[in-house]
């Protein structure tokens, strides 16, 4: 029987040497990679993976020039808020990982708005990781943790792996079982570092914006020839 991942995690990238290759702007690459998205919701609902999380803008990426920081933040909100309605309809959940204290107000409230809308959605769960990285996910929990600690409602010696779990921004998401990251690049950049323990990797060469419904298949295909052994023998 075909293995099929309950966890899929995404690092999108390529999307500016997607659009580089085609002679257009970097800009044209991220609005191609959302129809990418798009693509693998779908394909992701059809093959029955349980939560698809993407990494759509990291900590580091407002180190980007304004013009693409700006850009990157209004196709999101734009693509997300479009596309609620269709996503309500499929049964998809969407979440939000990250850091939530540098957006505007206006875009705050928008994601508190789309995931209450969505809350009901059992087919999916999309996490959408957004001013996100690892290290500061686990920093804002190791806060949470000492805090709970000086509070006395926690021993130092009752902490242990399910009790950080519990304070991640993933707390009660399985661990991703396949991380993917597109465009040939072979390293995580601070995505998923403690969830992503035990998770296969697969990095094609495609670009982002390349990957859609078939280049999915293929990852599963990837995904269900591997052997996972977790330490064990
Ligand atoms: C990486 O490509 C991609 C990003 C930093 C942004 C990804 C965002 C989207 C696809 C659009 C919005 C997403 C959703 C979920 C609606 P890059 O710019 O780093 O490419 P490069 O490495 O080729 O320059």
């Known amino acids: 029987m075909e293995k099929i991942p309950a966890h899929i995690a995404i690092i999108m990238d390529g999307n500016g040497r997607w659009a580089k290759a085609q002679g257009k702007e970097r800009y044209e690459g991220h609005i191609e990679g959302v129809a990418s998205v798009k693509a693998c919701i779908k394909a992701a609902r059809k093959h029955g993976v349980r939560y698809l999380t993407l990494y759509a803008f ?23 808020t ?103 690049e072979c390293r995580l950049s601070n995505f998923m570092l403690w969830q992503a323990s035990y998770a296969e990797m697969y990095f094609p060469q495609t670009m982002w914006p390349d990957f859609r419904e078939e280049a999915f298949a293929k990852a599963l295909e990837v995904y269900a020839e591997r052997d996972r052994r977790y330490g064990l023998l």
């Not at 409602?153 to 661990?175: G, R």
């Open 58 to 80: 990291s900590t580091e990426n407002w180190g980007r020039p304004q013009a693409e920081v700006e850009a990157l933040m209004q196709l999101f909100c734009k693509s997300v």
């Open 82 to 184: 479009k596309e609620t309605p269709e996503l309500i309809e499929q049964g998809v959940q969407v979440r939000f990982i990250g850091r939530r204290d540098r957006f505007s107000e206006e875009v705050r409230e928008r994601l508190l708005h789309i995931e209450s809308s969505t809350a009901e959605g059992d087919k999916l769960t999309l996490v959408l990781a957004f001013d996100y990285s690892s290290r500061d996910e686990l920093v804002r929990a190791i806060r949470k943790v000492a805090e709970r600690v000086q509070n006395g409602e926690l021993k130092a010696e009752e902490i242990d792996d399910a009790v950080i779990s519990a304070h991640l921004d993933t707390a009660d998401m399985p661990d991703p079982d396949l991380v993917i990251r597109t465009s040939g």
